[in-house]
């Protein structure tokens, strides 16, 4: 018997308009599982994200995350519950210096982020963590940068250290390697690999190597609506996904 | 915009605090004539603290914060008038209702952004300007709320004609209200609020409910706001309609950004040139001072802060009067 899964996606569909963006899309994440979301320019995959997250809201079908029915909780709720993602172009608060970036990501995760009197540098706790985990991707000696100064793989490995400081539950990567120079391609690869083993992870990617190698188990879209799911191998053979997506004919 | 660390180094904390004090003590004891003004110029520029937490820190345009201020004058003269002078008591009374009126006013702007929220803002200060004058009453509408008298401050100093003791009150409030400021916007909630600023999506993403927020903050600066506004009603005894008008917003905004929005010390700074030109100029030109304002204003934001800075800190260095460190402060 399968574990109950961690996000669990029912049927979602979002059209706006005439355009149907999302159709009927639904697939599961167990704890640990990576998996991989391939699909061509279009075919709904941040759309997908921005649902899960709560950024959009569907026209019909829901989101279940550790058996409760997120479908109508704001982002916010969302996060606090252990969704966390990534930007397809970074996110980060250009000037404030990526120590400070994520030890905001503590105070937000530990609700201390309300607090209106104690100085941000009274939370030792709070820092020494925010170091730990930039220590751990590599970028203690840059704590006092802000991300205007970094490169731009470097600014990748902020927005994952980001989401590994709100320990979440389930991560949602949207294309981390967009963007980043071959040069910096390796260090952002370390980095995917010192994530929780425990963290069920979907990652969006447009680098096959690195897709196939990363997931455990892939789910391709195509104009909106699932083409096919299952493993790495399964996968490179389909026939459709072939067609569909690789290109390749007969 | 500065962020504000606290700890490490307390006593590079306090030199502002000092160069403050050190500046009133020389216009109380070498120019006892200008205290009215130095009163004034301390009050405007705990107002210009509360924008700049709007502005400054949490990024939002506004230019209807009078309403914050009108409302703490008129709630601070009519508790003067019919319950009690004490004018701590009378403090706390504008600055509750500051803060309300940003939280009531809040709930609605904040649903904005962007020149629909620096609009509505505008409209809010007009609407509470025009209920004053209409409830002549208890506003004296045009004529202005007046008629009431202080209590001794702390029961011990009575207001005297000469502003003696309403330029230390004024001073000590500012003074105090900067250092409340200072501690808030140093909290995680304050460094939130920055975040916010920075990019509200990365925020949202961090699991933060910006608009509840950012309605925290304006409340906090609606309570400044509030305790501006009674301040000035205590100070001058009378309120008037201008204490919800748009250029009390407008001008507000442009001593914050002389001063250099995102930097409390700098709120009280623009404040201070704006005031003392304001007093000098005029009484030469009162036509044309707003000249010089403009050249101002025109340098401040042709001229990044960075480059201010650097060669401020270039000419230091030439000095040998500072070691500058790169890791301290951010633009």
Known sequence: MNPSPVLDIRGLCKSFGGLHVTRNVSMQLNAGERVGLIGPNGAGKTTLINLITGVLAPNTGSVWMLGQDISHLPQDQRVRLGLARTFQITQLAPRLPIGLQVELAIHQRLGSVHHMWAAVSSFTPVREEALHILHTLGLADLAQQAPVSLAYGQQRLVEMAIAMALQPQVLLLDEPMAGVPTAERQVVLQALDTLPKDLAILMIEHDMDLVFSFAHRMVVLAEGEVLAQGAPAFIRQHAAVRTAYLGEVG | ?331
Not at chain 2, 85 to 112: C, E, I, K, N, Y
Not at chain 2, 144 to 165: E, I, T
Not at chain 2, 181 to 190: A, E, Q, V, Y
């Open chain 2, 1 to 331: 915009m500065q962020l504000i660390h606290h700890s490490h180094q307390p006593w590079r904390q306090a030199i502002p605090y000092v160069l403050w004090v050190a500046l009133a003590v020389v216009v109380y004891v070498f120019f006892p004539d200008q205290l009215p003004l130095g009163a004034r110029i301390a009050c405007m520029a705990i107002f210009v603290m509360s924008l700049d937490l709007v502005v400054g820190y949490a990024g939002l345009a506004t230019l209807g914060h009078c309403a914050m201020y009108g409302a703490g004058a008129y709630a601070a003269g009519l508790w003067a008038t019919h319950v009690s002078g004490d004018p701590l008591v009378g403090l706390l009374v504008g600055a509750v209702a500051g803060a309300l009126v940003a939280a009531l006013s809040g709930l609605f702007l904040l649903r904005f952004q962007g020149l629909t929220f620096l609009m509505l803002t505008i409209a809010v200060s007009q609407i509470l300007e025009n209920l004053a004058s209409k409830m002549r009453h208890w506003t004296g509408g045009d004529d202005g709320l007046s008629g009431f008298s202080m209590g001794k401050v702390l029961g011990l100093a009575s207001f005297d004609l000469s502003g003696r003791v309403a330029f230390v009150y004024a001073v000590v409030v500012m003074l105090l209200s900067l250092w409340l400021m200072r501690r808030i916007m140093g909290s995680p909630f304050g460094l939130a609020c920055v975040g916010i600023h920075e990019n509200r999506l990365r925020m949202a993403a961090l699991g933060s409910s910006v608009t509840a927020h950012l309605q925290r903050i304006y409340i906090v600066a609606g309570f400044f706001a509030g305790v501006a506004g009674a301040l000035s009603a205590q100070i001058n005894q009378i309120v008037g309609l201008d204490t919800l008008g748009f250029d009390l917003s407008a001008e507000a905004l442009v001593m914050l950004v002389l001063g250099g929005a995102g930097h409390l010390h700098g709120a009280i700074a623009g404040t201070l040139v704006f005031m003392g030109i304001h007093h000098v100029a005029s009484a030469i030109n009162p036509y044309h001072w707003l000249f010089i304002i403009g050249a101002l204003l025109v340098a401040v934001v042709l001229l990044p802060r960075e480059r201010w800075s650097l060669a401020w800190r270039a000419r230091l260095a030439s000095l040998g009067a500072a070691r500058v460190h790169p890791s301290r402060g951010v633009p």
